[in-house]
C-alpha cells in the first residue's frame, strides 16, 4: 500500500483550525515567525492526518529518529513522509519505508548549486537539458526523496549517490531496487522513492481535509 496526496494550503484559516492540532504540532507552528510558514507546518499535519485516518489509523504516537526523520511508534508497518514549498504540502503514506519531496520549481536558480554538489553527469546532464531549470528540479525532487527515504536527509551527500533518468527512473548501483515516481504539478516537481511505483496522486482542497 502506498498514497500520495497534496494540497494547496493558501486558503487555510489558522484562526479556526490550529485548536484542532496536537500540542506537539501546536509548538512547532508557533516557533515559525511568518504566517506562511505556520500555515506549511499545519497544513502537512492535517494532511498526514486525513490519509491516516483513511487508513483507520488512529491516535498516532510519533518520534523522531536518530538523524530527524519522524515516525510513528505505535503502529507496525506504517510509515509517512511529508514535504511542502510555495503553498503545497505533500504526504505519503505506505506499509513500507517512503521518501517524498515538492519543490517550487525556481528559475532563477543557481545552477552552479549542480555542479557543485551533484554528480558530474548530472550536471552535463541539466546543463544540456532544453530547460536546465526545470531539469535541474527533476534531479532535486528524485535525489531528495531517495535521501529521505534511507532516513539520513541531508546527512547523505548529494554527490554520494546518482539518478539515472531513464525510460525507467533508476538509482545507480541500487541493491534494493528502489522505485522513483516523478510528477509534475503545474509549477511544482514531486518525487516517490519507495519500494513500489506510485501511478498518481491525490489532489485534496483545504476543506477535504476536515471530512471524515
Keep these: 500500500m502506498i498514497k500520495v496526496a497534496y494540497c494547496n494550503i493558501d486558503e487555510l484559516d489558522l484562526s479556526k483550525t490550529y485548536g484542532l492540532l496536537p500540542e506537539t504540532r501546536k509548538n512547532k ?33 510519533f518520534e523522531i529518529g536518530e538523524f530527524g526523520k519522524a515516525y510513528i511508534s505505535n503502529y507496525e508497518n506504517i510509515y509517512f513522509n511529508l514535504s511542502h514549498s510555495g503553498k503545497l504540502v505533500a504526504c505519503a503514506i505506505s506499509d513500507r519505508e517512503v521518501g517524498l519531496d515538492i519543490e517550487l520549481i525556481d528559475y532563477s536558480i543557481e545552477l552552479d548549486i549542480a555542479k557543485n554538489f551533484f554528480f558530474n553527469s548530472e550536471y552535463k546532464n541539466i546543463i544540456k537539458s532544453k530547460n536546465p531549470q526545470d531539469e535541474f528540479f527533476r534531479y532535486w525532487v528524485l535525489k531528495e526523496s531517495y535521501m529521505k527515504y534511507t532516513g539520513l536527509g541531508f546527512n547523505l551527500d548529494l554527490d554520494k549517490f546518482e539518478i539515472i533518468l531513464d525510460k525507467e527512473i533508476r538509482l545507480k548501483n541500487d541493491n534494493d531496487d528502489l522505485k522513483f515516481s516523478l510528477f509534475d504539478l503545474n509549477d511544482y516537481k514531486l518525487a516517490v522513492c519507495a519500494k513500489s511505483n506510485v501511478k498518481d496522486v491525490i489532489k485534496y482542497s483545504v476543506d477535504d481535509l476536515f471530512q471524515i
Excluded: H, M, R, T
Design 29 to 61: 507552528v508557533d516557533n515559525f515567525k511568518f504566517e506562511k510558514d505556520k500555515k506549511l507546518s499545519a497544513g502537512a499535519y492535517f494532511l498526514l492526518d486525513k490519509l491516516l485516518k483513511e487508513e483507520c489509523i488512529e491516535n498516532p504516537i
